[in-house]
């Protein structure tokens, strides 16, 4: 079975809010990894390059940790 893309052809939905959160919180993709890994998340900085670039799905588990992270709900990762 296909894996799921948006209307636009991308791979995941969070790729935008991903880039404009980091950006509001002063981090880099380093710095998010850093601090996932911190948190007990297997994510690295590959992974979050992948996921802003739109070249890999995002996992339930990896959208939990962001909006921990972020202190926002799922709702606002997706939405903005």
Not at 1 to 12: F, L
Not at 60 to 73: G, M, P, Q, R, V
């Amino acid at each position: 079975m296909p894996k799921p893309r948006t209307q636009t052809g991308e791979k995941n939905l969070i790729s935008k809010q991903l880039i404009h959160l980091r950006t509001v919180y002063g981090l880099s993709q380093r710095d998010l990894a850093s601090q996932l890994q911190l948190a007990g998340y297997d994510m690295d900085k590959n992974v979050i390059t992948r996921i802003e670039t739109n070249k890999r799905y995002v996992t339930d588990i990896e959208i939990k940790a962001l909006c921990e992270l972020f202190s926002i709900t799922y709702e606002n990762l997706l939405d903005g």
